[in-house]
């Protein structure tokens, strides 16, 4: 007979998810400061970003490969690697140059890869039934993590820029120390002794057509997603530059449009149980996509009109990123789900470098809002991948 799960267990992971994850964009949130106070070129936006998606490719890949989060508690890992993060962090507020900052975002991104997949993984050790629901909670809290330093710009007001850099240490460090005091490894946990590497398991799970449809349709939404999240401030300070709307709040809306996404992420947690994963996906990936292709006209809307189009984009690119990862679990053989969930999200990651690197340049040289289309192939892509998937419904 199976013990009931205590009451605090899912609430302090996601709190703790959310903690740790405010290190993510923490950079992103006073890149304006670093780039007057140190003199950067604005391409600097794009290079922030992608030194933590490099370092949180680099950390997943070396993690799966060790199989740290098996080999190890879990939430000791979690533990390590929030206080490592936190302290990577804190290394931006004595950082003399731009090389300094993106090595320290760097190793930033490096700890995120024993935050927010070892997270799912104390959840799923927990949550043997009822983990798709989980799963929509931990992204719902990983996409608020994400927004968090803009609402902690925001409330500074004045405040030096450090201190959205010291607040998100703080606040990941505390993370991770209420998960390591209240929350003890999952009765599902199973331990291991390592890890070999199966390059042949890679390409069989190509193969299937399942696994393909999910994992390309996952690549597509990737494409757009990190992108559109790093030029949220970017596209509402053009706005109110070529509007004179000095008074909106840019590090404010920067949060409503980014974490609206937690709520819609968990709400299509429940849909994808009433429909299904591919669903919910086709739906977010359609109206994401159109979110795009409006953009570049809404420069000119009125503001409300302006602020409400990102809003529902920021609510419509998120919510398929828990069912990609379903469908890729459900379509790899048993043996090699790990397997197929790193290497599906680690080439994830790989892509949002290039979509961020590509608008980045393209937004330097034209300062053009047309050069936003070109988030619009990522949904274009998976929409069409997603559509030749042959699940079944979510139970």
Known sequence: MNKKIPAHILPVIVV?????TSLWFAGNAVVDELITTLGLAELFV???TMAVQAGFIGGTLLFAFLNVADRF???KVFLFCALGGSAANLLVMW???????????????????GIYPVGMKIASDWHKEGLGKALGYLVGALVVGTAFPHLLKFLGGELPWRYVIAGTSVIATAGGLLLFLTVSDGPNRTSSAGFKFDAGAILKLFRNTNFRSAA??????MWELYTFWAFVPVMLSWYALTNNQSEIPVSFWSFVIIGVGGISCAIGGYWSLKKSSKWVSKISLAASGLCCLLVPFSFSFPVVLFLCLLILWGVFVIPDSPQFSTMVAR????????????IVNSLGFAITIVSIQLVNLSWSATESTYVFWLMAFGPLIGYWAVSKYKGVRNR
């Open 95 to 113: 950082s003399a140059s731009g090389v300094e900052i993106i090595s320290a975002r760097f190793v930033t991104g490096f700890f995120l890869a």
């Open 216 to 221: 390309f349709g996952y690549f597509g939404h």
């Open 46 to 48: 794009g290079y922030i």
């Open 73 to 75: 508690s879990p939430v």
């Open 16 to 20: 703790a998810q959310f903690a740790g």
């Open 331 to 342: 379509s790899s053989e048993s043996s090699y789900v790990a397997t197929g969930l790193t």
